[in-house]
């Protein structure tokens, strides 16, 4: 900046006194006036820029704004050093409409040696003549302007300074660049030095770092003071900053005491805008300390919890001096009521501000339901973490790209749902409130309620840090006034690491999880003209979880004691389900009832919710709901509910394997009159048994005992006792003609040549066509497993299996899905089938399959088994009785241990065994079977025999 005083006129001079309050550059001075007058005419300070001298500039806005000129910083400093905080003198030569002022500094310590003098004479400066005086003789120059001249003839003879061309290059303050969360990293915990170059506001201040002239933003921990707000201006304006009450007294005060002072500092953390969060030590003093003390701004917890527990209670200390004494802003009425409202928060309201208690519903991957010990449910949001929205399993609107994040975003959302629940559900947490957010509008318009946000710990671990470093969610991106997570610093490291490792949210968007959810509640839960289709789909897919077995699913809802929405991982698909064998009451029955109803939905909800269980399931309902078996813990949760009085066992129970633990659970129950046995009479119950027992004896005429019937055609035998059967119905009829449809749709692929063999990859457990080795016809197949390159398939609608090359394999068409799967397992009732290894396996085989392949027989449902049908087969023209008949010929025997159900059919089978036994037919002709371990569960994973191979017999299509 180069300064000359004009002409030299006799113009009265401006004289004055003060101290300086900043350098900006070395010909630049800001001087507080000692006047009364001045110092309410300058309230900033007086500008002084130093006569008829040049130096050197620095780059304003430090390093990132430009390049300094060489020797601009030591100039500077030179001045700085000699200067900031010192009483001067100033003569003002000449001034322009902006009120800055050209003139003489001196320091008062020394007043006969001004601040131009001693910048020229040290070469940090070059003298800097008016244009009236340029040419003259020295001998006719002012005094003053003589001693310039002769400084600087001194110190270029010297080389001092500016005068040193061949150190130029080196006396160039170095432009900077850098990553804050390295630069964090690399600083925390080191006491730094730097010079305060600018002051925003009373607790935000850019500083240059020394040695390293690292330009940095720090705002002080611990203390947030007035700043500016931002609003909108006049039509056609660009907007206006509005100072808060007390910023400009916060910032002069801060101005004072630090504007270009060399500071002591440390570094306590860094956001996502890279400004960092710290300590300034000044004369022995913490800052944020006296910024409270003198009531110039408010204690901020989270980012004064870095510096430890003993630092804050002094900081809070120096709020509360300030707020009794109602100094400045405590003397804002607004300021008050917060602070009131905060204390009476944190001795009573809805919620405490710590807790802790257990974790009973994941709402999405930021969000959560605790109960308290006290048994208060309490919503918990994640203070500083956005997660993405879990959405619904509709395909969104919008463009694609719009369509892709969605779709992006929902898939980690919701596995940022499952990392949660996995970790948290059930278990204890510590929860602590940071901050409530007030009732408000969002961008678009949308009104948000008020709502608190918590950070919680499990096990010492804060949840969000782990959501965040696995990339399940972002960090926040905080205004400067903002509450936020007192963990606030680390959540910022480890999204960084998030960052770093393309993890979660910051993978590639071609790298998201697939999820292809099949919603099988979707037009279910009430009435609407797609509910007809939806009850069609489900049934449709009843056969593959059926012959899942048992198999894991999560509990998404539960809506009562017995009824559920479950998510089953391995088919990928959401279902409700209903559990057999046990009735819970239904509310609306009445009030005794509907106690109990409620009982038992929290008693299922608190050990159940978003819990692992296993299921096995066994039927559907006409409703669309899926029936069978729920297990937790390795507990029958119907035995638990039977036990807890909380249901009844229905008489489907009698079909279940463990139906012994049913009875036994609900005579328990009865005997300690728990829940709806509260006034049971064992005497009046034991009469009425015996009554209904009579009554069915007498009704009982057939060897089906009065058991459901129904036409079966056997499609598959696969041993002595099991096989496929197709229920003779309109079903069958439409399986006629899709396999019709089936052909035609592959001769319109073939010709038309659109299968493309690169785009197929089947997997097992896949729904696929297969062509059928024997006649070349293609049907629907399950891919079971696949074996170098070749794929053993199970014909869904006929039962039988064999090995396809892939060229025998085609996608299945979605219109050929909706049909149930046809074939359905069955074994015969009360028929226990000899071994492999044993003597006339393969006649029993023979025997059954020429009895009973391609027939239409009349079944009767004796129990059920996971996916099978325990059934009674009846010839309908002759009479004759496929079990008795195996039994009667001695090629198997009677399972003895279903003999607790007392079934007619049972007792007829009975006698039929010990006529072959007494008559030595088959395997008794010896007089006893050659396994008499008769006792022995047989069950369906025993090994085939090997004429039992797949593909062995059943020919498609056949009725």
């Not at 001249?149 to 850098?178: F, I, M």
């Not at 035609?744 to 097992?764: L, N, T, W, Y």
């Not at 392949?853 to 004796?862: F, I, P, Y």
Request: with cysteine.
């Amino acid at each position: 900046m180069s300064s000359s005083s004009g002409s030299d006129s006799s113009v009265p001079r401006e004289k004055g006194r003060g101290i300086v309050r900043a350098v900006p550059y070395a010909d630049c001075i800001i001087i507080s006036p000692a006047e009364p007058a001045l110092a309410a005419q300058f309230p900033e300070g007086r500008e002084v820029v130093l006569s008829n001298v040049s130096a050197p500039k620095l780059a304003r806005g430090g390093p990132e704004g430009g390049k300094d000129e060489p020797y601009a910083w030591e100039a500077r400093e030179f001045i700085r050093k000699k200067a900031i905080g010192k009483r001067v003198y100033y003569t003002i030569d000449n001034k322009v409409a902006s009120g800055r002022g050209y003139g003489t500094v001196s320091l008062a310590d020394t007043p006969d040696v001004s601040l131009n003098t001693l910048l020229v004479q040290e070469g940090w400066a070059r003298a800097h003549l008016p244009p009236a005086m340029q040419g003259k003789e020295t001998a006719k120059l002012r005094p003053e302007l003589q001693a310039l001249l002769q400084a600087e003839e001194t110190a270029r003879a010297a080389g001092k300074g500016v005068h040193n061309k061949e150190g130029e290059a080196a006396a160039v303050r170095p432009s900077v660049s850098y990553d804050a969360i390295k630069l964090y990293q690399q600083l925390k915990g080191k006491t730094l030095t730097g010079v305060v170059e600018q002051v925003r506001n009373g607790s935000t201040v850019r500083i240059t770092v020394l040695p390293t002239f690292h330009s940095i933003i720090l705002l002080l921990s611990g203390v947030q003071c007035p700043g500016q707000r931002k609003e909108p201006g006049a039509e056609g304006a660009p907007p206006v900053f509005v100072p808060e009450p007390f910023y400009k007294e916060a910032k002069a005060f801060a101005e004072t005491n630090l504007l270009n002072r060399e500071v002591s500092f440390t570094l306590d953390g860094v956001d996502k805008q890279n400004n960092f969060f710290g300590s300034i030590q000044y004369v022995g003093r913490d800052v944020a300390e006296e910024m409270l003390r003198q009531g110039f701004g408010t204690y901020v917890a989270w980012s004064a919890t870095p510096r430890g527990a003993e630092t804050c209670a002094k900081l809070r200390e120096a709020e509360r001096g300030a707020r009794e004494k109602k100094a400045r802003v405590w003397s804002l009425k607004h300021n008050q009521e917060k602070a009131a409202q905060a204390g009476s928060s944190s001795s009573g309201g809805a919620a405490p501000r710590e807790f802790s208690g257990k974790v009973v519903d994941i709402v999405n991957p930021a969000t959560f339901t605790v109960v308290t010990d006290d048994g208060v449910d309490v919503r918990v949001t994640l203070s500083s973490v956005r997660a993405p929205n879990i959405g619904t399993f509709e395909e969104p609107a919008g463009s694609k790209e719009v369509k892709d994040m969605a779709r992006y975003e929902r898939a980690w959302a919701l596995e940022g749902k499952e990392f949660l629940r996995r970790r948290l559900i059930g278990q204890r947490v510590k929860c602590s409130q940071d901050y409530i957010r007030p009732a408000g509008k969002a961008a678009d318009g949308k009104a948000l309620p008020e709502r608190s946000f918590w950070t919680v710990y499990v096990d010492k671990m804060n949840i969000a840090i782990a959501l965040v470093e696995n990339g399940y969610a972002t960090v926040v991106q905080h205004r400067g006034d903002d509450d936020r997570s007192p963990d606030f610093q680390e959540l910022v490291l480890a999204e960084q690491s998030a960052q770093s490792k393309s993890k979660g949210l910051h993978a590639p968007r071609d790298k998201a999880p697939a999820h292809r959810v099949n919603d099988l509640t979707q037009d279910l839960e009430f009435e609407s003209k797609h509910k007809a289709a939806a009850i069609l789909k489900a049934k449709g897919t009843l056969p593959f979880l059926q012959r899942a077995g048992l198999q894991k699913a999560v509990i998404e809802y539960v809506f009562s004691g017995q009824r559920f929405k479950l998510f089953i991982p391995k088919e990928t698909c959401v279902i409700f389900f209903t559990l057999t064998g046990v009735k819970v009451p239904r509310r609306g029955e009445n009030a005794d009832l509907d106690a109990l109803s409620n009982q038992a939905l929290q008693y299922a909800r608190q050990r159940l919710h978003q819990r692992d269980v296993m299921v096995q399931i066994d039927n559907i309902d006409k409703g669309g709901n899926f029936l069978g078996n729920l297990f937790f813990e390795k507990r029958d949760f119907g035995v638990s509910l039977a036990g807890e009085g909380f249901a009844s066992i229905t008489q489907n129970a009698g079909a279940l394997s463990n139906y012994r633990d049913y009875v036994d659970a609900e005579e328990k129950a009865k005997t300690n009159k728990r829940g709806i046995w509260k006034n049971y009479d064992e005497a009046a119950a034991r009469r009425a048994a015996e009554e209904a027992a009579q009554e069915e004896a007498a009704s009982s005429g057939s060897s089906e005992g009065g058991r459901d019937t129904v036409s079966v055609v056997i499609t598959e035998v696969l041993d002595g006792a099991r096989m496929y059967v197709q229920i003779v119905g309109p079903e069958v009829e439409a399986l006629e003609t899709l396999v019709q449809n089936l052909q035609i749709a592959g001769k319109e692929e073939d010709e038309q040549g659109s299968f493309v063999p690169e785009a197929f990859k089947p997997r097992a457990g896949d729904i696929v066509r297969g062509q059928f080795s024997e006649d070349n016809t293609w049907y629907r197949a399950k891919i079971l497993e696949i074996t170098d390159g070749r794929y053993k398939v199970l014909y869904i609608d006929y039962g039988n299996s064999e090995t396809l090359p892939f060229t025998s394999l085609r996608p299945l068409p979605s219109a050929f899905v909706s049909l149930p799967a046809q074939a359905n397992e069955a074994v015969l009732a009360y028929i226990r089938p000899l071994g492999a290894e044993e003597d006339y396996a393969e006649d029993a085989f023979t025997f059954l399959r020429e009895l009973v392949l391609g027939h239409q027989l009349t079944a009767s449902v004796e129990s059920r088994e996971g996916n099978k049908a325990h059934v009674g087969l009846r010839d309908p023209e002759s009479g004759e009785h496929v079990n008795a008949a195996l039994l009667g010929a001695g090629l198997a025997k009677l399972d003895k241990k279903h003999r607790r159900h007392n079934s007619p059919l049972f007792k007829q089978l009975e006698e039929v065994e010990e006529k072959a036994r007494s008559s030595r037919v088959g395997i008794w002709h010896h007089g006893h079977a050659p396994d008499s371990d008769e006792d022995e569960d047989v069950d369906s994973t025993r090994r085939k025999p090997a004429w039992a191979r797949p593909g062995a017999a059943g020919a498609k299509g056949k009725k």
